[in-house]
Every structure is written in structure tokens, then in C-alpha cells.
């Protein structure tokens, strides 16, 4: 291991995870101190970003859409692990590079990743009309994956036990704020500008179905034999097993896949072996109360 890279571990075994707030949402302090870089992001027209609640399936159409655009070229989507191939603009991993420094530094044509809230994204998005490609998963997988994510990644903090994070998780209160908030405005945003909304539900129904709705929208033209070895390369197995996919190069200091791994499990409907009966009454009560009127809905089992 080099000197550098010995000192960037070092500095983030004594790390201490603070989290602090844009506009009332919960962001990493590192993000809140460089926010006026992130807002002032100067997108590129040919940009393709991928915006997601946490714990979604970004690092899957991460690797879906980079595949896409190598037209299938496995070799070369292998040339650097998924989170440095597609920056995360609303990060900032002290002592590295930040997302932003990193996307500015990159040749087009770029793939970028956002958490953010639609109020919150950098207006030149939406000044050069980049395509944004939106994946949404139903709040209760999101909730049981986002839990385990807390535990092992020790850059965010502690989630506490289930029954904590369950009433975090509804009032919002947890890294990059609200899912409900987060699914609806996105979904209304995409009625004015350039977004595909996917569901990681219909990803694992169906991945093939998926892909032609993001053969379309990117405009590109694959065969089938292409996307044939798209969805083999994409499928849970073959992510959990690849190390550009399965976040292995991430030092346990920082993702403790002991603990929890970042692969998990990869399916719909895992939420039943975590919430209580008591919770889901709660759970589906609040549900419907936000998501009245939104015209979103989702599936909890396939
Ligand atoms: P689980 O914790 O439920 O297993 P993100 O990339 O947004 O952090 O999302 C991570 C979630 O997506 C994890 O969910 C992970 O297992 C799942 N995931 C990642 N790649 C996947 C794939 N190829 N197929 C299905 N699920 C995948």
C-alpha cells in the first residue's frame, strides 16, 4: 500500500460522522461545507445522471447504463470500480476528492450520481436539459437496505436499533432526508423535464422490458444478444461476485461488509422479515396519508 493511501486510512479510522442540513434536508457535513460547489455544478449537455433515493438500486443502473453506452463492452465497463467511473456530485469523502472535483476533471460523455431532492439539484441541470435517469424502489425495502447500509457504512451515521430507524426513516430523519418527499418530487419533476422514472421493481420483474425503455430514451439501439449479456453482467450473482460492483476495493474502515454486505440480498419484498405487524399498521397508515394524490404507486411484492 502506498503512503497516500495508508494516510487516507488512517485519517478515517478516527473519523467522526457528522451530519448537518441544506434547506432542512440531512446531508453529511462534508457536503453542507462545499454546497456552493455543488449548486454551482456546471452540468454538460451530453451529461447522463442518475438520481436516486439512497438504497434504490443506483450502482445497478449505474452499471446498466454504462453497459448501454459501451454497447455491451464488459471488458471496458471493468476499467474502474462503479463509484469512481460515476461520480457522486453530493458527496464530498474527505481527505479524497469530492464528486464534484472529480466530474470536472472527467471527458465527456459523463455518467453522474445524485441523491438529491429535486429542489435541491444544481440549476444547470436543467439549464442544458441533461437527460436524468430516475430509479425508485418501494419505501420499505429502501427502509430494511438503508438500515443495514448505516450499520456498515461508517461514513454515515449509526442507525440505531430497527425500532429507531423505523421512526427515523418515516419523519425523514435520516441521510439525505424524506423518501416520501424524495419519490414525489421527482415524479412530478419528470412532467417538465428530461427524466426516465424506473422502479427497481420492474427491473427485477423484467430486466430486458427495462432496458428498451432506456434504449429509447437514451436514444441508442442494441441487439438482443447485447442485452442479453447486459442482464447476465447486471444480474445480483454477477454484481455481487465483481469486484468493480461489490464496493470490495472500499476499505473495511470505511464499509464494513462484515457487518452487513453492500450486495445484500437483491430482492422485493425483503421487508417482511424486518417489520413487525405493529409497524406495518403504522407504516401503511402514514403511507397513504403522504401518498395521497401523488398518482405513484408502488410494489411491495412481485
Ligand atoms: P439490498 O440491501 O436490499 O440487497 P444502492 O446502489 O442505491 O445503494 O442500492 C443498493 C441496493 O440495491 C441493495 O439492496 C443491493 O443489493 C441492490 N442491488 C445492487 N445491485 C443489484 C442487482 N444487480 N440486482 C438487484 N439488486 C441489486
Not at 447522463?48 to 433515493?53: G, K, P, R, V
Not at 430509479?135 to 449509526?158: E, H, T, W
Not at 412532467?191 to 422490458?209: G, S, V
Amino acid at each position: 500500500m502506498d503512503k497516500e493511501m495508508k494516510n487516507i486510512i488512517d485519517s478515517m479510522k478516527t473519523f467522526e460522522i457528522k451530519m448537518g442540513q441544506v434547506e432542512g434536508i440531512p446531508l453529511p457535513e462534508s457536503t453542507c461545507e462545499i454546497w456552493d460547489q455543488i449548486h454551482n455544478f456546471q452540468a454538460r449537455e451530453d451529461d447522463i445522471l442518475i438520481a436516486t433515493f439512497p438504497k434504490a438500486g443506483t450502482s445497478w443502473m449505474q452499471e446498466i447504463v454504462d453497459l448501454i453506452l459501451l454497447e455491451g463492452d464488459v471488458e471496458k465497463s471493468m476499467r474502474a470500480p462503479c463509484f469512481v467511473k460515476v461520480p457522486f456530485i453530493d458527496l464530498n469523502p474527505k481527505p479524497m476528492k469530492s464528486g464534484v472535483a472529480y466530474a470536472n476533471t472527467m471527458e465527456s460523455p459523463r455518467l453522474l450520481k445524485t441523491h438529491l431532492p429535486i429542489q435541491l439539484m444544481p440549476p444547470s441541470f436543467w439549464d442544458k436539459k441533461v437527460k436524468v435517469v430516475y430509479v425508485a424502489r418501494n419505501a420499505k425495502d429502501c427502509m430494511v437496505s438503508y438500515f443495514y447500509f448505516q450499520q456498515m457504512n461508517k461514513g454515515l451515521p449509526d442507525p440505531g436499533t430497527w425500532d429507531e430507524y423505523f421512526s427515523k426513516f418515516l419523519a425523514g430523519d435520516v441521510p439525505w432526508g424524506s423518501w416520501f418527499d424524495h419519490v414525489i418530487g421527482w415524479w412530478k419533476a419528470k412532467d417538465n423535464h428530461e427524466i426516465l422514472y424506473m422502479f427497481y421493481e420492474d427491473l427485477i420483474e423484467d430486466p430486458i422490458r427495462e432496458y428498451r425503455k432506456l434504449l429509447k430514451f437514451l436514444g441508442k439501439d442494441l441487439s438482443d444478444e447485447v442485452l442479453e449479456k447486459i442482464r447476465h453482467h447486471t444480474s445480483f450473482q454477477a454484481m455481487k461476485e465483481n469486484p468493480m460492483t461489490n464496493y470490495s476495493v472500499v476499505p473495511a474502515v470505511v464499509f464494513d461488509q462484515s457487518i452487513s454486505p453492500f450486495m445484500r440480498k437483491g430482492k422485493v419484498g425483503d421487508w417482511k422479515n424486518h417489520f413487525l405487524v405493529a409497524q406495518n399498521i403504522v407504516f401503511d397508515e402514514e403511507y397513504k396519508k403522504r401518498m395521497e394524490g401523488s398518482g405513484l404507486s408502488f410494489r411491495t411484492q412481485l
